[in-house]
C-alpha cells in the first residue's frame, strides 16, 4: 500500500441498502432467524395457546352474556350476567336512581374536559386548564353533593362504585401532584426551617402504611376532634390520599430536580429571573419532563389504591362489587366479579400509561443540554 | 451598543470591589480583591485553573456570595437582599463554559424569556429585540431550532445574543471558549471582539490571548486567589514583572 492519498471527489450520499419492511421482515429477523430461534417461536406460542385456552374458553366461548337473573347461566364458562344486572351499582353505588343523571354529566364533563386537554390539535388549552382547575370541580361538587339549585341533597355515604373510585383517585393525583412538587421545592430550598417542614413531612407520610393513614382519618380523627365538629368520612380519607401520595410525588419530582444541571438556575439568575419564575419556566418543565415515567407510576398506584377505602366502609368499584358478592341471589360468582373489576381498572391504567407515553415522545426536543 | 449609560452615571465606575474575600470552607479561595472597572473597558482575566478567577467573576452577579469585602456594581451596593441582587443582575449579562441554553425553548424563545419575564416586554417586542441581537450574532436563521440541534459554536453565539437582550451595561463572560471545538473558536471571539468595539464593559476569564492582545484595555494574572499582576496587554505580554507571570505566559504561549 501507499503510503499517500488524496481525495479529489467527495462521495455522495446514498439510500441505504434497500431492504423489506413491514410486518413480514419483522417477524422473519425477530422471530425466525435461524433454526433454534423458529423452533423456539413455535414452542413458545404453542405453550401459551396451551395455558390461555382454558381461560379464553371460559371468559369468551362458553360464557353467557344475556339474561336478567341467575338461571341464564350454564354454568359453564363465565356468568357475566351477573356484572350485566348489577351494572348500574356497580357505577354509581347506592347513589339515588333518581339523581343518576348527575353523575352522567359529570362523568361527560369530564371526558370532555380530559379530551379538550388530552388531544394537542384542539386549541383553547388556557381556557381548557382554567375550567379544569376551578370550573370543573365546582360543578362537580354542586352536581354530586346537591343540596342547592333544588338538587336532592346525596350525601357521601350514599356515593360508590366506580363513581367513588374516579372522584377519590382525581382529587388525588390532582391534589398530590402540585402539593408534592412544592414539597419538593421545599425539601431543596436553601430555607432551613421550609427544608425542615419539608423533610419531617415527606419522611412522616412515607413512613405509614396507606391503610394506617386511611384508618386514622376515620376512627382517630374524631376521637381528638370535638363531636360537633364533622368532617365528612370521604372528605377525611382524600385528605389523607392527596397527603400520603404528595409525599411520594415529591420524591419523584426531587429525583428530577437534581438531574437539572446547576448552569441552568445559574443562567436563569444571571438573566434576573426570580426564584419562581426560574423554578416555574426553566427547572420544572425539564424536571418534570424527566421524571414522567415516576409520576405516571404514582399515578398508577394511586389509582389502584383507591380500593383501600373499603377498609373505613366507602363502597367503590371493588367493594360493590365485593358487596354483590354476598346476595343470595348471586352466591359463587366471585371469580367473574374479581376479573370485572381487575379488567376496569387495568384499562383505566393502560390508558395512563400509553398517553404518558405518547407525552413523552412529543415533549422531546430531541437533545439535552 | 448604546454607550448612552456613562451619562446616566456620570463617572461611578461600573464595577467596584473593594477587600473582597471568599472561602470554600476552610479553603480561602479569594484574597483581598480590589478591582475597579471604568465604563467602557474591557478586562481579560486570566491564570491557572484553582485560582479563583470564575469565582471572581461570579461574585460579581452574585452567582457566588462573598464573606467580607464590598461589591458596587452600576452605583449599586451588593448586599444579601434578593431584590438586591435581582436589580444588578439585570445590568449584568453572563456567557458560560457551557452556553447553559434552556433544551426546552427554542432560540428565540431563550432569547425572549427574560424580556417577557423581568422587563415585561409585550412578546412582539420581544421577538423583535431578539432577531435584532440574533441577526448580530449571525444566527437568526437558526432562530426556530432547540438548542441540541445547534453545533457548540452556534449555540455560544445564542447565549451572547440572550444575555445582549437584556440590554446589560456589563458583560460577563466565563471561559467562552474552553468547551468549543478547535473549528468553532473562532466565530465566538469574532462576536466578542466585534462587542468590544462598540465599547461594551468586558470581563472576560479566557485562555485566548490573541484576544486579549486585541481588545483588552488590562489584563489580570491571577494565582491562588489574589491578584498577581495587573497591566495593558502590550506590557503585560512583553515586560511581565512577577516570575509567576512568567512562567505561566511561557507555559501557554511557548508550546
Known amino acids: ?369 | 451598543m448604546s454607550q448612552a449609560t456613562a451619562t446616566s452615571h456620570g463617572d461611578t465606575p461600573m464595577i467596584e470591589m473593594t477587600g473582597l474575600n471568599k472561602w470554600y470552607g476552610d479553603f480561602h479561595v479569594l484574597r483581598d480583591i480590589d478591582l475597579t472597572v471604568a465604563r467602557g473597558e474591557r478586562i481579560v482575566i486570566c491564570g491557572p485553573s484553582g485560582s479563583g478567577k470564575s469565582t471572581l467573576i461570579r461574585c460579581i452577579n452574585h452567582l457566588e456570595s462573598h464573606q467580607q469585602g464590598e461589591i458596587v456594581v452600576n452605583g449599586v451596593p451588593m448586599t444579601q437582599d434578593v431584590k438586591r441582587i435581582e436589580q444588578i443582575r439585570r445590568n449584568v449579562g453572563m456567557v458560560f463554559q457551557h452556553f447553559n441554553l434552556f433544551p426546552h425553548l427554542s432560540v428565540l424563545e431563550n432569547c425572549c424569556l427574560s424580556q417577557t419575564w423581568v422587563q415585561k416586554k409585550p412578546r412582539a417586542e420581544a421577538e423583535k429585540t431578539a432577531m435584532e441581537y440574533l441577526e448580530r450574532v449571525q444566527i437568526a436563521d437558526q432562530a426556530h431550532k432547540y438548542p441540541g440541534q445547534l453545533s457548540g459554536g452556534q449555540q455560544q453565539r445564542v447565549a451572547i445574543a440572550r444575555s445582549l437582550c437584556m440590554r446589560p451595561e456589563v458583560m460577563l463572560f466565563d471561559e467562552p471558549t474552553s468547551a468549543l471545538d478547535p473549528e468553532m473558536i473562532k466565530e465566538v471571539l469574532d462576536v466578542m471582539i466585534e462587542l468590544a468595539r462598540e465599547g461594551m464593559t468586558m470581563l472576560c476569564v479566557t485562555h485566548e490571548m490573541g484576544f486579549a492582545k486585541t481588545v483588552a484595555d488590562r489584563v489580570i494574572f491571577m494565582d491562588q486567589g489574589q491578584i498577581i499582576e495587573e497591566a495593558p496587554p502590550e506590557t503585560f505580554f512583553n515586560q511581565p514583572r512577577s516570575e509567576r507571570t512568567k512562567l505561566f505566559l511561557s507555559q501557554i504561549l511557548g508550546h
Open chain 1, 1 to 369: 500500500m501507499s503510503g499517500e492519498f488524496m481525495r479529489d471527489e467527495m462521495i455522495e450520499a446514498r439510500r441505504p441498502p434497500d431492504a423489506r419492511r413491514g410486518i413480514w421482515r419483522w417477524f422473519h429477523r425477530n422471530l425466525f432467524n435461524g433454526p433454534i430461534n423458529s423452533v423456539v417461536t413455535v414452542v413458545t406460542i404453542g405453550l401459551l395457546a396451551w395455558g390461555l385456552w382454558p381461560f379464553v374458553q371460559w371468559a369468551l366461548i362458553q360464557a353467557d352474556w344475556i339474561g336478567d337473573s341467575r338461571q341464564a347461566c350454564s354454568g359453564e364458562g363465565a356468568c357475566w350476567v351477573f356484572i350485566s344486572a348489577r351494572f348500574e351499582s356497580i357505577i354509581y353505588g347506592f347513589y339515588p336512581e333518581a339523581a343518576r343523571w348527575r353523575v352522567d354529566i359529570v362523568f361527560a364533563l369530564m371526558a370532555g374536559l380530559l379530551a379538550w386537554l388530552a388531544i394537542p390539535r384542539v386549541p383553547g388549552k388556557r381556557w381548557a386548564a382554567v375550567i379544569a382547575v376551578i370550573g370543573f370541580p365546582i360543578a362537580a361538587y354542586v352536581l354530586l353533593l346537591g343540596g342547592h339549585f333544588g338538587l336532592m341533597y346525596v350525601p357521601t355515604r350514599e356515593w360508590g362504585g366506580l363513581m367513588l373510585t374516579l372522584t377519590v383517585a382525581t382529587i388525588g393525583i390532582v391534589g398530590s401532584l402540585p402539593i408534592g412538587i412544592v414539597l419538593a421545592l421545599g425539601r431543596r430550598s436553601n430555607l432551613p426551617f421550609v427544608r425542615a417542614v419539608s423533610v419531617v413531612f415527606i419522611e412522616f407520610w412515607r413512613g405509614v402504611p396507606l391503610i394506617t393513614v386511611l384508618f386514622m382519618a376515620s376512627v382517630m380523627l374524631p376521637l381528638f376532634v370535638p363531636t360537633q365538629v364533622e368532617f365528612d368520612k370521604l372528605l377525611r380519607a382524600l385528605v389523607g390520599i392527596m397527603l400520603f401520595w404528595s409525599a411520594y410525588m415529591a420524591e419523584v419530582v426531587r429525583g428530577g430536580l437534581q438531574a437539572i444541571p446547576s448552569g441552568q438556575d445559574e443562567a436563569g439568575k444571571a438573566l434576573g429571573l426570580g426564584y419562581w419564575q426560574r423554578m416555574g419556566l426553566i427547572v420544572l418543565p425539564q424536571a418534570l419532563k424527566l421524571v414522567i415515567p415516576g409520576i405516571v407510576n404514582t399515578f398508577i398506584a394511586l389509582f389502584k389504591d383507591t380500593s383501600l377505602v373499603l377498609i373505613i366502609g366507602l363502597f367503590d368499584l371493588l367493594a360493590i362489587i365485593r358487596a354483590g358478592l354476598t346476595d343470595s341471589d348471586w352466591l359463587g360468582f366471585a371469580t367473574e366479579g374479581y376479573v370485572f373489576a381487575a379488567l376496569v381498572f387495568w384499562v383505566f391504567c393502560f390508558s395512563m400509561s400509553r398517553y404518558s407515553q405518547y407525552i413523552e415522545r412529543r415533549l422531546q426536543t430531541g437533545h439535552t443540554s
